[in-house]
């Protein structure tokens, strides 16, 4: 059995990497998705699923909730008002938007994520962040 620490501790552990594209590699590189998949694969051993290729515009081209449909896959939706440290934070750019980012929630202000131009970072949810919270989500047999 895992703790919400487990996963923090996991997701801390991928700070400084830096962000490429589809890429989830410790200390070499990954996407938003790529550290999710990385803290997955930390905490239960292998991949949920295979990935399949995806373009920077996925969530615009695809114009369906791809990353939320994945989450209710492997993961335990919750409403997002009511993350805790150690859940799965969605984010959409634009309302009408799929959500197309994904965090770690370390604190009940802060999380871990991969962005474009920058290495894996815990930052603040500061209100342009929590504007955009669409999703939440916990991983799967994880003690509270």
């Known amino acids: 059995m895992h703790t919400a620490e487990d996963i923090i501790a996991a997701a801390r552990?991928?700070?400084g990497t830096p962000y490429r594209h589809q890429a989830s590699l410790k200390h070499v590189g990954c996407d938003c998705l790529?550290?999710?998949r990385g803290v997955w694969r930390d905490i239960y051993g292998g991949e949920p699923e295979k990935m399949s290729a995806y373009?920077?515009?996925w969530?615009?081209?695809?114009?369906?909730?791809?990353l939320a449909q994945a989450g209710r896959r492997h993961l335990v939706?919750?409403?997002?008002?009511?993350?805790?440290?150690?859940?799965v934070l969605l984010f959409r750019w634009k309302p009408?938007?799929?959500?197309k980012h994904?965090?770690?929630?370390t604190s009940a202000s802060t999380m871990i994520h991969a962005q474009d131009g920058a290495?894996?970072?815990?930052?603040?949810?500061?209100p342009w962040w929590k504007r955009r919270l669409a999703f939440a989500f916990r991983f799967p047999g994880v003690n509270r």
């Open 96 to 99: 009408h938007l799929p959500a």
């Open 119 to 126: 290495r894996v970072s815990e930052i603040v949810l500061t």
């Open 34 to 36: 790529g550290l999710i």
């Open 77 to 87: 939706e919750i409403p997002y008002a009511e993350h805790v440290p150690g859940d």
């Open 55 to 57: 373009s920077p515009d």
């Open 13 to 15: 552990d991928w700070l």
């Open 102 to 105: 994904a965090g770690i929630a």
């Open 59 to 66: 969530a615009e081209a695809g114009g369906v909730e791809a």
